[in-house]
């Protein structure tokens, strides 16, 4: 089975992506999907706890006031990883063993911090989508409760994590363009990986993580 993580800023179209293929058949990982639900674990709770006293809200993490106290403090946000990033690594890699077993062919996970979470080593093939930086801005800006300072500081904050995924994934796709342009960037990709499985049958493929 192959896995093929997809990573990228925000706003350049790593759910679209995701969703394309999910739409295909291909089982998907959704790291926000995880993040939201990890939120509503109880030891997670009081680890949040620990670090953003103010964020615990009737008894539940809320993920605006997480939002608004990593925009205000820098040092917030890697705190706040530590607690998170292991949980989703090991979700994803339950979610792995889970599709490989029923026979999965291929599956995707999504992760925006696909380097620093360590998520890459899970993952056999790793594509970064990248978009320019109007572009992004303007997708982001469509969404619900996000101002253009709030996206001033996320955009500045992925930049060392964007520089990661530019340098080591294996295949880049820019969004920039429409949505069918996109989709055939991927399919080459596709086929690319199958091709290069294929002439190989199997052999010389690269080992996860590297």
């Known amino acids: 089975m192959i896995v093929i993580g997809i990573c990228g800023g925000i706003g350049t179209g790593k759910t679209t992506i995701a969703n394309i293929c999910k739409k295909s058949g291909y089982p998907i990982f959704y790291s926000d999907a995880a993040v939201a639900k990890a939120y509503e674990q109880p030891s997670i709770i009081s680890a949040v706890a620990k670090i953003a006293p103010q964020s615990i809200i009737g008894g539940a993490i809320s993920k ?3 939002s608004a ?3 205000k403090d820098p040092a917030f946000l890697p705190k706040l990883e530590a607690i998170i990033h292991p949980v989703i690594c090991k979700e994803a890699a339950a979610f792995i063993s889970k599709h490989k077993a029923e026979g999965a062919s291929l599956v995707f996970i999504e992760a925006p911090l696909m380097f620093t979470s360590n998520m890459h080593t899970l993952c056999d093939y790793t594509i970064t989508l990248t978009a320019s930086k109007k ?3 303007a997708r982001v800006l469509q969404r619900k409760g ?5 996206f001033e500081t996320l955009y500045a904050r992925q930049q060392k994590e964007m520089a990661l995924c530019k340098q080591k994934a294996d295949f880049i796709i820019c969004t920039n363009g429409d949505i069918l342009t996109t989709k055939q960037r991927l399919k080459q990709i596709l086929c690319q990986i199958a091709s290069s499985l294929e002439s190989t049958n199997g052999l010389g493929q690269k080992q ?3």
């Open 135 to 137: 572009i992004q801005k």
């Open 146 to 150: 996000m101002t253009a300072e709030k």
């Open 208 to 210: 996860k993580g590297e």
């Open 64 to 66: 605006e006031s997480l």
């Open 69 to 71: 106290t990593a925009v």
